[in-house]
């Protein structure tokens, strides 16, 4: 979780970068102070994208930073954490879930991009192509 806050304070605007909700109404929230963004941003995103790739790229799309591109992300949008039992084995328990600036829950429903592209096998990357020409101004 850490270094997807400190990466984040890098390109997102002031203000929250993820929701972490706990049982009970329980909720933290990290924050960017970044003032002004510096970069234009294309996020690539696949359906491997996952967890602290998936904060980053929610933050990106909800404040409106860049663009997100690719196809749906994986969906894992749950805390976890290992309990360790007795003889060396252990459990793992879902603790919170993680909900994006705009407060959207990405469990099983991944980011979904602002521009679908699918790269093909033996094809030249299509989403890297895209992402450039979005750069570029084309």
């Known amino acids: 979780m850490g270094e997807v806050v400190n990466m984040s304070n890098l390109f ?6 993820v929701h ?7 909720e933290q929230t990290y924050y960017s ?3 002004k963004p510096k970069y234009k941003l294309v996020v690539l995103v696949n359906e491997n994208s996952a967890s602290a790739s998936e ?3 929610g933050a990106v799309q909800d404040t409106k ?22 003889k060396g084995d252990g459990m ?20 979904q991009p602002d521009i679908i592209v699918k790269s093909k096998d033996g094809d030249t ?3 890297l192509q895209k992402a450039i020409e979005i750069l570029s101004g084309i």
């Open 12 to 17: 997102i605007p002031e203000g929250p970068i």
């Open 20 to 26: 972490i909700k706990y049982r009970e109404d329980v």
């Open 33 to 35: 102070k970044l003032k």
């Open 55 to 57: 904060i980053f790229a």
């Open 65 to 86: 930073v860049g663009t997100i591109l690719g196809v749906p992300t994986y969906g894992k949008g749950t805390v976890q954490q290992i309990i360790p039992l007795v």
């Open 92 to 111: 793992k328990l879902t603790i919170a879930e993680y909900q994006t600036p705009n407060r959207r829950n990405i469990h099983n429903k991944g980011i």
């Open 125 to 127: 990357d299509q989403q």
